[in-house]
């Protein structure tokens, strides 16, 4: 998302600083008390940076979200699946929903936490931007699925299950503390499997032609 052009301090070194102590007791209040709740008065007190010299750092509480989400959610160093399948080679499918969903949960969960509580605060533009990325990672990794299970270009349901994975990447977090007795690699291994078996049975409808998967009898 664009981030706001603010340049009232010339020294990079001095902006970068106080940026990320702006970021970080911002991201720990708007996750405490939520980010309708927080003003700039708390973000100032938290971070240390005096009220009169923030703005030369962050335009707004918008610009920070923007900031923090840039930074949490569209994170550059964890790969799409849709990525990861192009990397892959020979590597199976399910380690591949796998190691995506392990980085997701773990390196994205804070961002997780932030979007699941800030969406209802986005303007317009950003939630232009953030359906448009969506909408792109879901039809690039739909793209991906097609092939694998020998899809039409027609065929929905590679959308469905697309959508379906990146909401388990994206929102388990949210209930996983249903699941605190359970070792993490046991359910990152149940649910990688429950996947791959819908991508299996995609195909295996498909290659005895009855694409809608509806029951014949």
């Known amino acids: 998302m664009a981030e706001a052009v603010v340049d009232g301090v010339q020294d990079t070194t001095l902006i970068e600083t106080r940026r990320n102590q702006i970021c970080d007791a911002a991201l720990e209040l708007f996750l405490e008390k939520g980010f309708a709740s927080t003003t700039i008065r708390d973000i100032c007190a938290r971070s240390g940076v005096n009220q009169a010299s923030i703005y030369d750092y962050i335009a707004n509480k918008n610009d920070i979200l923007r900031r923090l989400l840039n930074k949490l959610w569209f994170r550059p160093d964890v790969p799409t699946l849709a990525e990861r399948l192009d990397q892959s080679g020979d590597t199976p499918f399910a380690d591949a929903v796998a190691d995506y ?117």
């Open 101 to 217: 969903l392990r980085d997701t949960w773990t390196k994205k969960r804070r961002g997780t936490l932030l979007i699941y509580r800030s969406v209802p605060y986005l303007q317009e533009d950003d939630r232009r931007a953030m359906r448009a990325r969506d909408r792109a990672v879901i039809e690039g990794l739909a793209a991906r699925l097609r092939q694998r299970a020998r899809l039409s270009e027609e065929d929905p349901r590679a959308e469905v299950l697309a959508n379906l994975i990146i909401f388990l990447g994206a929102f388990a977090p949210m209930r996983d503390w249903l699941n605190k007795e359970v070792d993490d690699e046991v359910i990152l291994r149940t649910v990688s499997a429950g996947v791959a078996a819908m991508l299996d049975q995609l195909a295996r409808e498909n290659s005895m032609g009855n694409p809608s998967g509806k029951d014949s009898a």
